[in-house]
């Protein structure tokens, strides 16, 4: 269920070579495109701004009210901010089944804006500092 593999520069895996490939040419008749056009209308017009721009959109935990930064993917791709905005706790922690990105993105920003300490019970951690989260290009 849930999936770690280390990012190296220079590196890159299929699967995350097609993503970055539907995320750039907006496929929006793909199921990946489809789960974008979807995550894009649930969002703030803050946080779609964030994400087009930065390749990722912050949220608020309902519960302790601190700040998560959820980067474009489907693991290792939530981060726990600090008020500064730098990287603390990465959390990794996503549905069941093999969704597109978009979905799996919108059901980490919903569980953590309504069941915070639940997401986080069942979220492995890992330090953000091991993994690098980039974006060549803007996202939307």
């Known amino acids: 269920m849930f999936g770690f593999r280390l990012w190296t520069p220079g590196g890159r895996s299929r699967t995350s070579a097609t993503r970055a490939l539907f995320i750039r040419h907006g496929a929006e008749g793909t199921p990946e495109g489809r789960s974008l056009r979807l995550l894009r209308e649930w969002l703030s017009p803050a946080q779609r701004e964030q994400f087009a721009r930065k390749g990722y959109f912050e949220v608020i935990g309902s519960d302790s009210g601190k700040r998560y930064r959820i ?16 990287l603390q706790e990465g959390l990794c922690f996503m ?6 990105i978009g979905d799996v993105m919108l ?22 500092n091991n993994f690098h989260f980039r974006q060549s290009r803007p996202l939307g």
């Not at 693991?75 to 730098?86: F, T």
């Not at 549905?95 to 597109?100: D, F, H, K, V, Y």
């Not at 309504?114 to 979220?123: D, F, P």
């Open 107 to 128: 059901a980490q920003k919903i569980a953590l804006e309504t069941c915070e300490g639940q997401a986080r019970a069942v979220a492995r951690r890992f330090t953000p």
């Open 71 to 86: 980067h474009a993917g489907a693991s290792v791709n939530v981060c726990e901010i600090d008020k500064r905005g730098r």
């Open 95 to 100: 549905p069941i089944g093999a969704l597109p």
